[in-house]
C-alpha cells in the first residue's frame, strides 16, 4: 500500500523568541486537525509543553536535554511512533529548544527507518528583533546557526523596533533565508501548515491582518507539467515567494506529484491514489505588494507540456 509521508515543521529559535507564541497561535486555530507537537524545553521542568497542552492532548515532551543531542534517540523513537499512528496524523511540528542547532533534527529525519514515512516540510527560525543587548560569543554562534539553517526567518517582536533599527535587523540576519516580519509571532497558518485547510479558523487574531502583510492566490487545472521546465522555473522563483505547495500532475506517466517550495528550497514528491484524486492545485504565498502574481503565474503556465 502506498502510505503518504508525513510533513514534519521545525520551530527554531533562541530562548525568549516567541517558538511558543507560534506554536499557541497555530493550536488555537487549528481544531479538528490531526496535528502533534514535539515540545523540548532546556531544563527540568518543560513548561513550555505545560503552556501549549490546554489546547491540545497531542503534545509530546522530550525533557531534561536538548532535543539535538542528549534526547536524540527519544525523538527517533518518538517520531517513529507518531509516523506509525492510524489514522495517520496530517502534520508534526516539533519546537526545539531554544539551544538546539535545527539542523540536526534536519539530519535525523534522513534516517533510514523514518525518511519513508515522514519528511521536513520547512524550518521556521523565531529571532527576537528587539533584544537590545546582541548576544556574545558562543550564544551569538548558535543564533548564527539557527538562522542559517531556517527556510523562513522570522524577526519577531517588530512593533518594538524603529524603521531605521528594524532594517539593520533585515540586514543582519536576511542574507540567506527568506525574513518575515512578525508581531506576537502571527504568521498565515498556510506558512506553517503549508496548505489551507477548511478546519482551521480565521485569521487575524489581536488586530493583525495578515492580509495586510502577504498576498495569497491559488491555481487549479487539469493541464500536465514538463518536469525539465518545471524544475528550471522552480529554481528561479523570485525571493518575494515565500511558500508555494500542491498537488500537479507530471506528463509522460501521467505520475502525480506534491510540489513543495518554501524559502528557495523545493521538492517534488510522489502522491497517493488518494491524494491524486484530489485533483491538481497549487497555493502561492508571497510578500504584501512584491507584484508577483502576474510573472508568476506566466511562468506556470510556460511549464504546461
Known amino acids: 500500500?502506498?502510505?503518504?509521508?508525513?510533513?514534519?515543521?521545525?520551530?527554531?529559535?533562541?530562548?525568549?523568541?516567541?517558538?511558543?507564541?507560534l506554536l499557541r497561535n497555530l493550536l488555537e486555530r487549528c481544531e479538528g486537525r490531526r496535528l502533534a507537537v514535539i515540545v523540548n524545553d532546556f531544563g527540568e521542568l518543560n513548561i513550555d509543553a505545560g503552556m501549549i497542552a490546554e489546547q491540545t492532548e497531542a503534545v509530546y515532551s522530550l525533557e531534561n536535554g536538548c532535543i539535538c543531542c542528549t534526547v536524540q534517540d527519544d525523538l527517533l523513537a518518538q517520531l517513529e511512533r507518531l509516523a506509525n499512528l492510524h489514522p495517520p496524523l496530517e502534520?508534526?511540528?516539533?519546537?526545539c529548544s531554544g539551544v538546539s542547532d535545527p539542523q540536526r533534527i534536519v539530519q535525523t529525519l534522513g534516517y533510514p527507518k523514518l525518511r519513508r514515512r515522514l519528511h521536513l516540510d520547512a524550518v521556521l527560525t523565531v529571532v527576537d528583533a528587539a533584544r537590545r543587548e546582541p548576544l556574545e560569543g558562543e550564544y551569538a554562534r548558535l543564533e548564527r546557526m539557527q538562522a542559517a539553517a531556517a527556510d523562513l526567518l522570522l524577526l519577531n517582536k517588530c512593533?518594538?523596533?524603529?524603521?531605521?533599527?528594524?532594517?539593520?535587523?533585515?540586514?543582519?540576519?536576511?542574507?540567506?533565508a527568506r525574513v518575515l516580519e512578525t508581531i506576537q509571532a502571527q504568521i498565515p497558518d498556510e506558512l506553517l501548515l503549508g496548505e489551507p485547510s477548511r478546519k482551521l479558523r480565521?485569521?487575524?487574531q489581536d488586530g493583525i491582518d495578515h492580509g495586510e502583510l502577504f498576498d495569497s492566490w491559488s491555481w487549479q487545472g487539469e493541464a500536465s507539467f514538463d518536469g525539465a521546465r518545471l524544475k528550471h522555473w522552480l529554481e528561479m522563483l523570485p525571493r518575494g515567494l515565500l511558500r508555494l505547495k500542491g498537488l500537479i500532475r507530471l506528463a509522460g506517466q501521467?505520475?502525480?506529484?506534491?510540489?513543495?517550495?518554501?524559502?528557495?528550497?523545493?521538492?517534488l514528491r510522489p502522491a497517493t491514489a488518494a491524494e491524486a484524486a484530489q485533483g491538481s492545485r497549487l497555493v502561492f504565498i508571497a510578500e504584501k505588494d512584491a507584484g508577483l502574481r502576474v510573472d508568476l503565474e506566466a511562468g506556470l503556465h510556460n511549464c504546461f507540456s
Open 91 to 95: 502534520q508534526v511540528v516539533i519546537e
Open 1 to 21: 500500500m502506498n502510505t503518504a509521508s508525513i510533513p514534519v515543521t521545525v520551530v527554531a529559535g533562541f530562548l525568549g523568541a516567541g517558538k511558543t507564541t
Open 202 to 204: 480565521p485569521h487575524g
Open 254 to 267: 501521467g505520475e502525480t506529484v506534491w510540489l513543495q517550495y518554501v524559502g528557495g528550497r523545493f521538492q
Open 159 to 176: 512593533d518594538l523596533l524603529e524603521a531605521d533599527e528594524l532594517a539593520a535587523q533585515r540586514e543582519r540576519f536576511g542574507r540567506g
